[in-house]
């Protein structure tokens, strides 16, 4: 029985040793677009949403088509930079990143557009509850006074009864962050609204912003929208890109 047992433990002393180091080239083969993105300087200059002077990958997305001639000529503007499509600005030269990387990036852009994300994004009519069981709290006032209070498990309401021109909306919450990186936050308004997170702004309730990249550790964050619609049909999302995901994703 020994001389069985012995060759089998130096086999998974050998398979353990050598399991980190696999696993570390695993990772390096898998990192995402949006990883390198967020490694790299592309969300300095660019958001994913809002135009910042130069245009949102989306408004890129939305221009091309996504065919081999697009992707080629795309990877090759993001290594040598240059400008004339978009305005006056230029892109600067990206010489250090990888070929094949720039290529999954223009990929990841160009899919912004695709059926799948953008209907991810469609606001809907979520269920408010009277009660406050749910994780999100919603409070509504009508010159200042609180007419309506109770909760919701995403926020991600169209055209919901709540939403009546000039009722002040405020949404709280927490954001349970795991891992630690840049997350990003799009809050979708067609009325007016803004976002705090621990008391400060990082959303202003200006129409072209919509969108920010936060760097956070593991935790829990509280944060507050406050809003007020417009008309009826008025839209209110709250969308998070959170480290580790490739799209975004209603926050729940
Ligand atoms: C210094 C600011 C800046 C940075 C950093 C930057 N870009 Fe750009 N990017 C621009 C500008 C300005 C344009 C518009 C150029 C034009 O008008 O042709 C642009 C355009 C683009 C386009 C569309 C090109 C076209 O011809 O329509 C893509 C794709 C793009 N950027 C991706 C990236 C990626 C990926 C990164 C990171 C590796 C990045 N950008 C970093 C400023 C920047």
């Known amino acids: 029985m020994k001389h069985i047992l012995y060759p089998l433990i130096v086999i998974c002393i050998i398979s353990s040793c050598s399991q980190p180091q696999k696993k570390l080239q695993k990772k390096r083969t898998t990192k995402s677009a949006i990883t390198v993105m967020r490694s790299n300087d592309c969300f300095g200059c660019h958001s994913i949403e809002d135009y910042t002077g130069v245009p949102s990958y989306r408004m890129i997305a939305e221009r091309y088509e996504n065919d081999y001639q697009t992707i080629s000529d795309l990877t090759e503007k993001v290594l040598q930079g240059g400008g004339g499509k978009w305005g006056n600005a230029q892109m600067i030269k990206h010489p250090l990143l990888k070929p094949k990387d720039a290529r999954n990036i223009v990929k990841w852009v160009l899919s912004l557009d695709a059926d799948s994300v ?27 006074q609180k007419i309506f209070s109770g909760s919701m498990d995403e926020i991600n309401l169209a055209g919901n009864e709540h939403i009546k021109p000039n009722h002040r909306i405020i949404i709280r919450g927490t954001i349970s962050v795991t891992q630690r990186g840049k997350h990003f936050f799009y809050l979708r308004k067609s009325g007016t609204g803004k976002m705090n997170k621990g008391g400060s702004m990082v959303i202003s309730d200006r129409p072209d912003d919509n969108e920010i990249m936060l760097e956070l550790d593991p935790g829990k964050y509280p944060f507050e929208i406050e809003y007020t619609a417009k008309s009826d049909s008025d839209t209110l999302s709250l969308f998070w890109l959170p480290e580790g995901k490739d799209y975004y994703e209603v926050m729940r």
């Open 118 to 144: 953008t209907s991810a994004l469609k606001p809907q009519n979520t269920t408010v509850y009277e009660d406050t069981l749910h994780p999100y709290i919603i409070d509504i006032f009508e010159n200042d």
